[in-house]
Protein backbone atom coordinates (compact mmCIF):
# COMPACT_ATOMS: atom_id res chain seq x y z
CA UNK A 1 0.00 0.00 0.00
CA UNK A 2 1.17 3.40 -0.95
CA UNK A 3 2.15 5.22 1.92
CA UNK A 4 2.74 9.24 1.38
CA UNK A 5 4.50 11.60 4.05
CA UNK A 6 4.15 15.37 3.74
CA UNK A 7 6.27 17.76 5.89
CA UNK A 8 7.24 21.22 5.85
CA UNK A 9 4.59 22.86 6.51
CA UNK A 10 4.41 25.93 9.61
CA UNK A 11 3.37 29.55 10.01
CA UNK A 12 4.84 32.25 7.84
CA UNK A 13 3.94 36.16 7.60
CA UNK A 14 2.19 36.83 3.52
CA UNK A 15 5.70 37.59 1.60
CA UNK A 16 7.07 34.33 3.14
CA UNK A 17 8.42 30.73 1.73
CA UNK A 18 7.94 27.59 2.78
CA UNK A 19 9.83 24.35 0.61
CA UNK A 20 7.49 21.02 1.90
CA UNK A 21 8.64 17.36 1.02
CA UNK A 22 6.70 14.71 -0.07
CA UNK A 23 8.27 10.84 1.17
CA UNK A 24 7.33 8.21 -0.90
CA UNK A 25 8.92 5.11 0.39
CA UNK A 26 8.37 1.73 -1.05
CA UNK A 27 7.25 3.42 -4.63
CA UNK A 28 8.65 2.58 -7.93
CA UNK A 29 8.85 6.57 -7.99
CA UNK A 30 10.01 6.87 -11.68
CA UNK A 31 6.87 5.06 -13.13
CA UNK A 32 4.35 8.07 -11.48
CA UNK A 33 3.58 11.68 -11.95
CA UNK A 34 3.14 13.21 -9.03
CA UNK A 35 1.25 16.74 -7.57
CA UNK A 36 0.31 18.55 -4.54
CA UNK A 37 -3.32 19.40 -3.50
CA UNK A 38 -4.55 21.56 -0.69
CA UNK A 39 -7.62 22.14 1.73
CA UNK A 40 -9.35 24.37 3.92
CA UNK A 41 -11.92 23.29 6.64
CA UNK A 42 -15.29 22.44 5.08
CA UNK A 43 -14.00 22.55 1.28
CA UNK A 44 -12.89 19.92 -1.20
CA UNK A 45 -9.58 19.13 -1.49
CA UNK A 46 -8.28 20.94 -4.86
CA UNK A 47 -4.99 20.55 -7.18
CA UNK A 48 -2.19 22.64 -6.89
CA UNK A 49 0.84 21.33 -8.84
CA UNK A 50 2.08 18.24 -10.70
CA UNK A 51 5.23 17.05 -12.51
CA UNK A 52 5.94 14.48 -14.74
CA UNK A 53 7.49 11.37 -14.12
CA UNK A 54 11.04 12.31 -15.68
CA UNK A 55 10.55 15.92 -14.21
CA UNK A 56 10.62 17.38 -17.34
CA UNK A 57 7.37 19.14 -17.54
CA UNK A 58 4.91 20.39 -14.51
CA UNK A 59 1.63 22.60 -14.40
CA UNK A 60 -0.13 24.34 -11.84
CA UNK A 61 -3.14 26.19 -11.20
CA UNK A 62 -3.36 29.46 -11.70
CA UNK A 63 -3.68 31.02 -8.51
CA UNK A 64 0.29 29.89 -7.00
CA UNK A 65 1.45 29.54 -11.04
CA UNK A 66 5.05 32.03 -10.83
CA UNK A 67 5.45 31.60 -6.63
CA UNK A 68 5.40 27.63 -6.25
CA UNK A 69 7.64 25.49 -7.71
CA UNK A 70 7.18 21.76 -8.04
CA UNK A 71 10.72 18.94 -8.20
CA UNK A 72 11.03 15.54 -8.04
CA UNK A 73 14.20 13.78 -7.02
CA UNK A 74 13.30 9.95 -7.97
CA UNK A 75 16.56 8.72 -6.70
CA UNK A 76 15.16 9.52 -3.13
CA UNK A 77 11.67 9.06 -3.75
CA UNK A 78 10.94 12.81 -3.01
CA UNK A 79 8.26 15.41 -3.94
CA UNK A 80 9.09 19.09 -3.24
CA UNK A 81 6.70 22.21 -3.37
CA UNK A 82 9.00 25.70 -2.96
CA UNK A 83 6.26 28.08 -2.01
CA UNK A 84 7.17 31.85 -2.50
CA UNK A 85 5.70 35.38 -1.81
CA UNK A 86 2.91 33.51 0.07
CA UNK A 87 -0.49 35.18 1.01
CA UNK A 88 -2.60 34.56 3.61
CA UNK A 89 -4.90 32.29 0.84
CA UNK A 90 -2.61 29.85 0.46
CA UNK A 91 -3.59 28.78 3.98
CA UNK A 92 -4.54 24.95 3.95
CA UNK A 93 -3.14 21.72 4.66
CA UNK A 94 -0.99 20.67 1.82
CA UNK A 95 -1.27 16.83 0.56
CA UNK A 96 1.22 15.06 -2.18
CA UNK A 97 -0.18 12.27 -4.43
CA UNK A 98 0.32 10.60 -7.64
CA UNK A 99 -1.60 11.96 -10.22
CA UNK A 100 -3.27 11.16 -13.48
CA UNK A 101 -5.81 12.71 -16.12
CA UNK A 102 -6.26 16.60 -17.28
CA UNK A 103 -6.99 18.57 -15.16
CA UNK A 104 -4.79 16.20 -12.67
CA UNK A 105 -6.75 14.43 -10.34
CA UNK A 106 -5.44 11.75 -7.61
CA UNK A 107 -4.26 8.36 -8.37
CA UNK A 108 -3.96 7.01 -5.08
CA UNK A 109 -7.12 6.10 -2.94
CA UNK A 110 -4.96 6.55 0.55
CA UNK A 111 -3.97 9.85 1.30
CA UNK A 112 -1.17 10.65 3.93
CA UNK A 113 -1.28 13.06 7.10
CA UNK A 114 -0.78 16.47 4.95
CA UNK A 115 1.02 19.64 6.33
CA UNK A 116 -0.49 22.40 7.57
CA UNK A 117 0.71 26.12 6.33
CA UNK A 118 -0.64 29.13 7.76
CA UNK A 119 -0.09 32.62 6.24
CA UNK A 120 -0.85 35.50 8.46
CA UNK A 121 -1.30 38.97 6.97
Known amino acids: QVQLVESGGGSVQAGGSLRLSCAVPGLTFGHFAMGWFRQTPGKERVFVASITRSGGDTAYVDSVRGRFTISRDNAKNTVILEMNSLKPADTAVYYC??????????????WGQGTQVTVSS
Open 97 to 110: NGVVGSPPIALFSR
